[in-house]
T-cell receptor
């Protein structure tokens, strides 16, 4: 069964350091999403890609967060510099097209000290 | 503004004790309502998609239903392995297409 892959699964970093997360969507899925989930809350969208283009990054804190999907396949989300409030689960999801069922990866648990 | 409210926040059941989880929503043009299961420290696992009022879907002990204002996830004769957080999300036609708006979830505990 095809799955969304993410790495690393866990990341501990100090405040002001840079961190990067990687996501490989289900093969053939054109749309890729990055969500952030704070403990006890539902996931919230950070950025949505359609192939290699950004469709929605309205909730992405662009002063410190960046995301890319250069070849329209895998994607990287970067935070520089990390702040204490960035501690959360970062989830990647993919879907065939812009609407429809999204399938999530296992997530990256980020702890900022 | 699209919004999803789930209730209760937490639910404790005895094994075999059936119950329902509620998801109330407001959305401009519903494209789909989604139910996910999330185990601690893991990503959400897809359960169901519902597209229109009156639609129902079943999977093992779970049954999801949809009206114009809410969805229910019915759990029949639950087992301890059903313990998890159940997330409801909507996808609307306004704003960014594809964006899922999630509720905070219902944490279900099933005791043997």
């Amino acid at each position: 069964e095809a799955e969304v892959a993410q790495s690393p699964r866990y990341k501990i970093t100090e405040k002001s350091q840079a961190v990067a997360f990687w996501c490989d969507p289900i093969s053939g899925h054109a749309t890729l999403y990055w969500y952030r989930q704070i403990l006890g809350q539902g996931p919230e969208l950070l950025v949505q890609f359609q192939d290699e283009s950004v469709v929605d990054d309205s909730q992405l804190p662009k002063d410190r967060f960046s995301a890319e999907r250069l070849k329209g396949v895998d994607s990287t989300l970067k935070i520089q510099p990390a702040e204490l409030g960035d501690s959360a689960m970062y989830l990647c999801a993919s879907s065939h097209w812009g609407v429809g069922t999204q399938y999530f990866g296992p997530g990256t648990r980020l702890t900022v000290l | 503004e699209d919004q999803v409210t789930q209730s209760p926040e937490a639910l404790r059941l005895q094994e075999g004790e059936s119950s329902s989880l509620n998801c109330s929503y407001t959305v401009s043009g519903l494209r789909g309502l989604f139910w996910y299961r999330q185990d601690p420290g893991k990503g959400p696992e897809f359960l169901f998609t519902l597209y229109s009022a009156g639609e129902e879907k079943e999977k093992e002990r779970l049954k999801a239903t949809l009206t114009k204002k809410e969805s229910f996830l019915h759990i029949t004769a639950p087992k301890p392995e059903d313990s998890a957080t159940y997330l409801c999300a909507v996808q609307g036609s306004g704003g960014s297409q594809g964006n899922l708006i999630f509720g905070k979830g219902t944490k279900l505990s099933v005791k043997p």
